[in-house]
């Protein structure tokens, strides 16, 4: 956890690069407890890079360099499945469509992480998927 007053958050210098292509170049900003943070910009911009540099889920054929600190921890250019469990973050994406496909249970698409993620059976990634939604009160999936 961040100092007080500390951001939770902090790009310096940020780039970007795929292969040869710096998409982007000197990116600063913070981001402290509370607050959002908006990525405005043309398609195109880094928008999309920028957020996968910070969550640690660049293409493997992007290089990133600056820094990326969450509270005191350097982050930058470390997967998110190398990281720590309490500096992984997570993005709500905007498209409600790629977030969750409509023509698949949601019991199936809360248990894939458990198995992909935290190494359980599909019979215990199912049932952790039905105490995340009983944990909720919601009714658990019929998966």
Not at 11 to 30: E, H, I, K, M, P
Not at 66 to 92: F, K, N
């Amino acid at each position: 956890m961040p100092e007080p007053n500390e951001p939770v958050l902090r790009v310096d210098n940020l780039s970007v690069r795929l292969g040869a292509q710096r998409v982007v170049d000197g990116l600063d900003f913070t981001v402290g407890a509370g607050e959002r943070v908006c990525l405005i910009g043309p398609s195109g911009s880094g928008k999309s890079l920028t957020a996968a540099a910070i969550l640690g889920i660049t293409p493997s054929t992007a290089s990133v360099g600056g820094s990326i600190r969450l509270g005191a921890h350097e982050v930058a250019g470390v997967a998110a499945t190398r990281r720590p469990r309490t500096l992984r973050i997570g993005m709500v994406f905007q498209n409600t469509q790629a977030a969750l496909n409509p023509l698949v249970s949601v019991g199936a698409q809360l248990s894939e992480p458990f198995v992909r993620f935290h190494g359980l059976s599909r019979r215990a990634a199912r049932a952790a998927a039905a105490e995340l939604l009983t944990r909720t009160s919601r009714r658990p999936p019929s998966c």
